[in-house]
């Protein structure tokens, strides 16, 4: 069975401009959640879509958007990038939403470099 | 809001025992997930408690107690490629979702 699958996996935009990330999940999991990793902070959490509803939000500017499809893959967007965004974007994707337990935990891809000069 | 906390490094020899520990303070705690990630990969699932006790899963054990707010991560026969950062995350009933500590790194030593 294929893992969570991340494109592309490394990014140099400049200041200002605008970029999407995309998220495959493991095929049959509904659920998917984007973090940010970055030394600092450790894994922030952005927002999660079940059955491509948004069911939950971090603590991230309006800049910071995703949507998910039908067939489960999802997307992130960030707009008018900022130096601070450089950082280690992971997708995870689960059985059911909220990661229920040992039986749905997440399962994370490999993650998206973004690096913003 | 919550507050997770674990060490920032660690450090052990082949062989042996390492307790990694994290505290946390939450509101409805529904569950602790522990997980390890490889530098420059992705974190993978290791262990989840709901109730307290030990967990035991081969080599790795991981305990909690809910009325302290306390877990640990027990790893066994320390192997190098247990050299990895370990995250613990709790979750809650409110918000359902997982909120990661910034981790432990721990470095096994031949």
């Known amino acids: 069975k294929a893992g969570v699958t991340q494109t592309p996996r490394y990014l140099i935009k400049t200041r200002g401009q605008q970029v999407t990330l995309s998220c495959s999940p493991i095929?049959?999991?509904?659920?998917v959640s984007w973090y940010q990793q970055t030394p600092g902070q450790g894994l922030q959490f952005l927002f999660e879509?079940?059955?491509?509803?948004?069911?939950n939000k971090g603590n991230f500017p309006g800049r910071f958007s995703g949507r998910q499809f039908s067939n489960s893959r999802s997307e992130m967007n960030v707009s008018t990038l900022e130096l601070g965004d450089s950082a280690l974007y992971l997708c995870?994707?689960?059985?059911?939403?909220?990661?229920?337990?040992?039986?749905?935990?997440?399962?994370f891809g490999n993650g998206t470099r973004l690096t913003v000069t | 809001g919550q507050n997770i906390d674990q060490p920032t490094e660690m450090t052990a020899t082949e062989g042996a025992i390492v307790q990694i520990n994290c505290t946390y303070q939450?509101?409805?705690?529904?569950?602790l997930f522990w997980y390890q990630q490889h530098a420059g990969e992705a974190p993978t699932f290791l262990s989840y408690?709901?109730?307290?006790g030990l967990e035991e899963k081969g080599r790795f054990s991981s305990f909690l107690s809910r009325s302290k707010g306390y877990s640990y991560l027990l790893l066994k026969e320390l192997q190098m490629k247990d050299s990895a950062s370990y995250l613990c995350?709790?979750?809650?009933?409110?918000?359902?979702?997982?909120?990661f500590g910034t981790g432990t790194r721990l470095q096994v030593f031949p």
């Open positions: 095929s049959g999991h509904r659920s």
């Open positions: 995350a709790p979750k809650t009933w409110d918000t359902d979702k997982l909120i």
């Open positions: 939450t509101s409805g705690f529904n569950g």
């Open positions: 879509y079940f059955s491509e509803t948004q069911r």
């Open positions: 995870a994707s689960s059985l059911a939403w909220g990661s229920q337990g040992k039986d749905s935990p997440l399962h």
């Open positions: 408690n709901v109730l307290d």
